[in-house]
Every structure is written in structure tokens, then in C-alpha cells.
């Protein structure tokens, strides 16, 4: 799988040309092109056919370019598969996943209409099923032909459908955050924490990214481009950790240590376990930093 930054990612309506052209540009690691929530019932085959052009066209740069299609038992969720394979977007976002056969429905429709395999499956974990099925949907991505890379957590949907009331720590969601992060880390793809709504409130939101970096998300979802930056800020390999890990893969690579599974570094037992983290530190580092020009 390939190792990308996903420390900001920005919905953009899909029925708001202007916006899809401002997210060419804008300080983010990803762009989600919304079907789904955010457009009318009436504007959907626009917004379809306005977002597989955008897509089409691309020039959005390094940034990875998603596509939330609407459910696919809706009326429009199969024809908005059937564009997406084609227009071939980095990732198709499925709202409301709630088992395993949501994901291979979806990785099946792809695979049949010809979409790229390139073009990987995202996932919206927003409902209570989705929830209590965490494991079979994430074991999806180590089956044959597998495509899902990333869960998105909904905290919206999900406050919505159990009733609960989210204090400033939200407290009563931590089940469902760690639970989604574990089961991502239990099958090797990456979780994005959900929104927050108050784009106002900057303070609020940044307490709020660094709960999550703390409960081992890989970015943020946001609403609003003045949000980019603190989830940037927030979710980068701090530059200690970036160093460190590039001691740890150069220590291995020594003649000496070849094919060992333990080293000592500085007074330290490394793990290769250790190593692959430092892999992927450095590379989200390198790949920040390439980005940034």
C-alpha cells in the first residue's frame, strides 16, 4: 500500500463549481468531492457529472482526490459508481458502511465497471453497525482483490443514532474513535477522525486535533479550508521522531545488523517492529516535505 499524508482532508460540495476549483489549490492533503450530504436531490446528476469532469481534468496537484458517492440503495448510488470508476479518482468514499458486504458490493461494482486498480475503497464508519462490525468490515482490505485503505469516522450520524450528548472531550464517543482506530491498525489501512462543526471556533478545533492525533488517528476531516492548518500542524511527524527514525533504518541497514530482530541504539532495545514505524514516519515526513516544495 502506498504510504501517503492524510493529515487534512476537505469535503467539498460536489454541486459547488467554484469550490472544487478553489480545492486545486488549498493547503490540503486530500479532497473528498461530496455526492452525498451535502448536495439536493434535484442537483445530484449535476453534481455527478460536474465532479467526474473536475476529476477527469485533474490538476489537483499532490493532493489525493476522493469521491463520496451516495448509498447503493439509493437512486443514484449505482450510476455514481459506474461514473467514479470511470472518471478514476484515488478513492471512492462509501457512506454509512455497515458490514462487509457493503465493502465488497462496492469493490465488486467497481471491479465491473472497469475502474482502475489503482482506485481504492475509503470507508464511512457512521452508524452503530458499522460499529459493532468494525472487524469484518476492516478485514476486508487483506482479501483477494481487496480495495479498502482508509476508514472515515462520522460522528454526526452516529451521535444522531444512539442519542448521545458529546461533552468537550467527547467522552462518550471514545469507544467508537479507539475502536475504529484499532480495528484500521489490525488490518494495516489508515482512520481519519470526523469533523468539527463549530469552524468558528478555532480553540475548540484544536484541542480537538490533538485529541485525536493522541488516539492515533492519521488526520482530520474538515469542512472549511481555515481548518487545513492546524490539522496539518497537528497530525506531521514531529521532526525528533522523523530524526530518530532515520537512525533506527540506518542502524539496520548496518552489515552488522542484517537479519537481526533486536538492536541496541543509544542506549535503546530496537524492534524491527520499531524499524516499520520508522518507515512510515519517514516517508509521510518525505512526502510532506516534497509537497511543500
Given at each position: 500500500?502506498?504510504?501517503?499524508?492524510?493529515?487534512?482532508?476537505?469535503?467539498?460540495?460536489?454541486?459547488?463549481?467554484?469550490?472544487?476549483?478553489?480545492?486545486?489549490?488549498?493547503?490540503?492533503?486530500?479532497?473528498?468531492?461530496?455526492?452525498?450530504?451535502?448536495?439536493?436531490?434535484?442537483?445530484?446528476?449535476?453534481?455527478?457529472?460536474?465532479?467526474?469532469?473536475?476529476?477527469?481534468?485533474?490538476?489537483?496537484?499532490?493532493?489525493?482526490?476522493?469521491?463520496?458517492?451516495?448509498?447503493?440503495?439509493?437512486?443514484?448510488?449505482?450510476?455514481?459508481?459506474?461514473?467514479?470508476?470511470?472518471?478514476?479518482?484515488?478513492?471512492?468514499?462509501?457512506?454509512?458502511?455497515?458490514?462487509?458486504?457493503?465493502?465488497?458490493?462496492?469493490?465488486?461494482?467497481?471491479?465491473?465497471?472497469?475502474?482502475?486498480?489503482?482506485?481504492?475503497?475509503?470507508?464511512?464508519?457512521?452508524?452503530?453497525?458499522?460499529?459493532?462490525?468494525?472487524?469484518?468490515?476492516?478485514?476486508?482490505?487483506?482479501?483477494?482483490?481487496?480495495?479498502?485503505?482508509?476508514?472515515?469516522?462520522?460522528?454526526?450520524?452516529?451521535?444522531?443514532?444512539?442519542?448521545?450528548?458529546?461533552?468537550?472531550?467527547?467522552?462518550?464517543?471514545?469507544?467508537?474513535?479507539?475502536?475504529?482506530?484499532?480495528?484500521?491498525?489490525?488490518?494495516?489501512?489508515?482512520?481519519?477522525?470526523?469533523?468539527?462543526?463549530?469552524?468558528?471556533?478555532?480553540?475548540?478545533?484544536?484541542?480537538?486535533?490533538?485529541?485525536?492525533?493522541?488516539?492515533?488517528?492519521?488526520g482530520k476531516t474538515i469542512i472549511h479550508p481555515d481548518q487545513a492548518s492546524a490539522a496539518n500542524a497537528a497530525f506531521r511527524p514531529e521532526p525528533a521522531?522523523?530524526?530518530?527514525?532515520?537512525?533506527?533504518?540506518?542502524?539496520?541497514?548496518?552489515?552488522?545488523?542484517?537479519?537481526?530482530?533486536?538492536?541496541?541504539?543509544?542506549?535503546?532495545?530496537?524492534?524491527?517492529?520499531?524499524?516499520?514505524?520508522?518507515?512510515?514516519?519517514?516517508?509521510?515526513?518525505?512526502?510532506?516535505?516534497?509537497?511543500?516544495?
Open positions: 500500500m502506498i504510504i501517503r499524508p492524510r493529515r487534512s482532508v476537505l469535503y467539498m460540495p460536489g454541486s459547488n463549481a467554484r469550490a472544487i476549483e478553489k480545492a486545486r489549490s488549498l493547503p490540503v492533503d486530500a479532497v473528498i468531492l461530496d455526492l452525498e450530504d451535502s448536495v439536493a436531490p434535484d442537483a445530484k446528476e449535476a453534481a455527478r457529472d460536474q465532479v467526474c469532469a473536475a476529476v477527469n481534468a485533474g490538476g489537483f496537484g499532490p493532493r489525493e482526490v476522493v469521491i463520496r458517492v451516495n448509498g447503493l440503495d439509493t437512486a443514484w448510488g449505482e450510476a455514481d459508481v459506474a461514473a467514479a470508476a470511470a472518471a478514476g479518482p484515488d478513492a471512492v468514499l462509501l457512506p454509512k458502511a455497515s458490514s462487509a458486504a457493503d465493502i465488497d458490493g462496492l469493490t465488486d461494482r467497481l471491479r465491473r465497471a472497469g475502474a482502475s486498480e489503482s482506485t481504492r475503497v475509503w470507508a464511512m464508519i457512521e452508524t452503530t453497525l458499522g460499529i459493532l462490525n468494525l472487524k469484518e468490515i476492516a478485514a476486508t482490505a487483506r482479501q483477494p482483490g481487496g480495495r479498502l485503505s482508509c476508514f472515515v469516522v462520522g460522528l454526526n450520524d452516529l451521535v444522531k443514532e444512539t442519542r448521545i450528548e458529546l461533552d468537550a472531550h467527547r467522552t462518550a464517543a471514545l469507544y467508537w474513535l479507539s475502536a475504529s482506530v484499532t480495528a484500521a491498525r489490525a488490518y494495516g489501512i489508515d482512520a481519519l477522525d470526523g469533523v468539527w462543526n463549530n469552524f468558528r471556533d478555532m480553540e475548540g478545533y484544536h484541542h480537538e486535533c490533538l485529541q485525536g492525533r493522541a488516539l492515533g488517528f492519521d521522531d522523523v530524526e530518530w527514525g532515520r537512525k533506527i533504518i540506518a542502524a539496520f541497514d548496518l552489515p552488522e545488523n542484517k537479519g537481526r530482530a533486536v538492536i541496541g541504539l543509544e542506549g535503546k532495545m530496537v524492534e524491527l517492529l520499531h524499524r516499520d514505524a520508522a518507515l512510515r514516519t519517514v516517508a509521510i515526513a518525505e512526502a510532506i516535505a516534497a509537497r511543500n516544495g
